[in-house]
């Protein structure tokens, strides 16, 4: 892969990455819940769910998934019914006391399944990296490490644009000094899961 080829694959993956969606509103919704260190668990999971679409995708397994409805379907509903089930969760989350360094219920091994679950079940990541991996690899030279390169900045770009996407949120804790406003910002998040699992439902493959 040569640096210019490189170089555009590097734009359309910030692209991609910095496009809201369901990983975008999951890190900010624990940017702000938990700060930016504590939402490192987060971000890691939604990588190795990343990670996972890669790796099926290069190995060819993702085009079995491409090419089967019954295959596509179960993941998709999967992934709906979880993101609901997480918007669900945040909508009733119970204010905490302003103040991190005393909120409870952290789990970091919890935070980081969750995450992976978030990426592990959105079959739009599987047809996308299909469809994207063939317009930037170069016919004669080795796929292996075209795959890795693009695999490797695909998970760099995006833990970048995540924990911008906590750091952002997390500036949002000194205002949420109230339960109301707790309350607010709770049912916002529990609303942008909902919605993005609406998204996820009515993705349809062309």
Do not use: C
Request: proline share 3%; glycine share 10%; charged share 10%.
């Amino acid at each position: 892969m040569t640096l210019t080829v490189w170089l555009t694959f590097l734009v359309a993956a910030l692209l991609i990455s910095v496009s809201p969606g369901a990983g975008a509103v999951n890190s900010m919704s624990s940017g702000l819940r938990y700060g930016v260190r504590k939402s490192l668990p987060t971000i890691a999971g939604q990588q190795f769910g990343y990670g996972v679409q890669i790796v099926l995708v290069g190995a060819g397994l993702g085009a079995i998934v491409a090419s089967s409805n019954t295959a596509l379907m179960v993941i998709k509903w999967i992934g709906v019914v979880y993101l609901i089930w997480l918007g669900i969760q945040k909508w009733r989350e119970q204010p905490v006391e302003a103040t991190r360094a005393d909120l409870s219920g952290f789990s970091p091994r919890q935070q980081f399944w969750n995450g992976a679950l978030v990426n592990l079940t959105n079959p739009k990541a599987t047809i996308f990296l299909i469809a994207l991996f063939p317009q930037f690899l170069v016919a004669g030279a080795a796929h292996g490490q075209q795959l890795a390169t693009m695999g490797a900045t695909l998970i760099l770009v995006d833990i970048l644009v995540m924990v911008g996407y906590a750091l952002l949120a997390s500036q949002l804790f000194r205002f949420m000094t109230t339960p109301k406003r707790q309350r607010q910002m709770n049912r916002v998040f529990g609303g942008l899961f909902v919605t993005a699992a609406v998204a996820l439902a009515s993705f349809k493959r062309a």
